[in-house]
């Protein structure tokens, strides 16, 4: 476990309490959190503008640090929304990327170095158009003008007021939920926890789904070979002896577990969230399989050997879902029909 991962665990477990630490950090927690509560009024009273984009746009974000399940959920809502006949376009942040010249288009053999890991494996899932860069406004156009979308999906950027949204949807870990309920840095949520009131759709990922809520799991497929995608295993292949199992995502604990169920017994090995793998990261004394999440394997691909796999996962939401999504998209092509 690198210094960024025991930092990210020892965060998460502070935060799981209300505790001393917590309790020391609350005031400067209660200043974080007003500053978040204002700048929101002031885009909604137009003190700060916002844009609107001529399609409808759906945010999909969370108020808490760390993995919630946002990337499965955006990749199984873009694939929907292409069956259902539209042309979504993805604009992200970039997280983690260095490029210099922004906005950028994402292919699924991009850097995520330069780029951003999701944005890469949303690419690689879904094949449409991902644009990613700090300007997301900017983004959002170039996929209208580039590859004339007529959704927007917006991966994260709930706190991101500038762009205006039609539909928000806030994924929740059904086990952490909000941790003790605290805003930064006595607690892990990025704005208060009222926030749930004001959003369209509730998504509780794994855990049970409370009132209002709808449910997500995330299945886990075959086994998929780093360096060859046409190459599948079943857990089966690992359960004969342990293996490394290496995870550079918000909350490693969950793909270890993942594992577990799976009856395959690791050596855990976890890292920051968007860790920068390098080679060496997988100089291990043996040659044991090595097990990643998708998302920590797109930056891997460059120096993959035979021992690396990783494990596909995809969300599955129920029908009730999909049903009030299309509700509120129907109501915003009624809106545009009006203007």
């Known amino acids: ?157 709930l706190q991101h007021h500038r762009l205006s949204r039609d539909v928000e949807i806030l994924v929740v870990d059904g086990i952490y939920r909000f941790g003790n309920g605290f805003c930064l840095p006595a607690g892990p949520l990025r704005e208060s926890k009222t926030r749930i009131y004001s959003v369209d759709m509730i998504v509780c990922n794994g855990g049970s789904p409370q009132d209002h809520e709808y449910g997500m799991r995330l299945s886990s497929q075959s086994f998929t070979k780093v360096g060859d995608f046409s190459t599948l295993a079943d857990a089966k292949r690992f359960t004969e002896k342990k293996v490394h199992a290496v995870a550079g995502i918000g909350r490693p604990e969950r793909f270890f577990h993942d594992l577990q169920r799976l009856g395959v017994a690791a050596y855990e090995h976890a890292f920051s969230d968007h860790h920068s793998f390098v080679a060496a990261d997988f100089k291990f004394s043996d040659d044991l399989p090595v097990l990643m999440t998708e998302k920590d394997a797109v930056k891997c691909r460059s120096f993959a050997d035979s021992r690396m796999w990783f494990l596909p996962v995809g969300a599955e939401l129920g029908d009730d879902f999909y049903q009030r999504l299309i509700e509120l998209l129907e109501k915003c092509d009624d809106r545009q029909k009006i203007a």
């Open 1 to 157: 476990m690198n210094l960024g991962s025991r930092l990210s665990s020892l965060a998460r477990a502070t935060w799981k309490r209300r505790g001393a630490s917590a309790w020391l950090l609350l005031p400067l927690a209660s200043i974080y959190c007003t500053v978040i509560r204002l700048r929101r009024a002031a885009y909604r009273a137009g003190w700060l503008k916002t844009e609107k984009l001529p399609t409808p746009v759906i945010v999909v974000g969370n108020i808490t640090v760390g993995g919630s399940g946002k990337t499965p959920l955006v990749i199984a809502l873009v694939n929907t929304l292409k069956a259902r006949g539209y042309r979504p376009g993805v604009v992200s942040r970039g997280y983690g990327g260095s490029a210099r010249n922004w906005p950028r288009v994402v292919h699924a053999d991009s850097d995520p170095a330069d780029v951003g890991d999701e944005p890469v494996l949303i690419n690689r899932r879904t094949n449409c158009p991902v644009i990613v860069g700090p300007d997301r406004i900017r983004a959002a156009g170039q996929l209208l003008v580039d590859f004339s979308c007529n959704i927007v999906v917006s991966d994260d950027g």
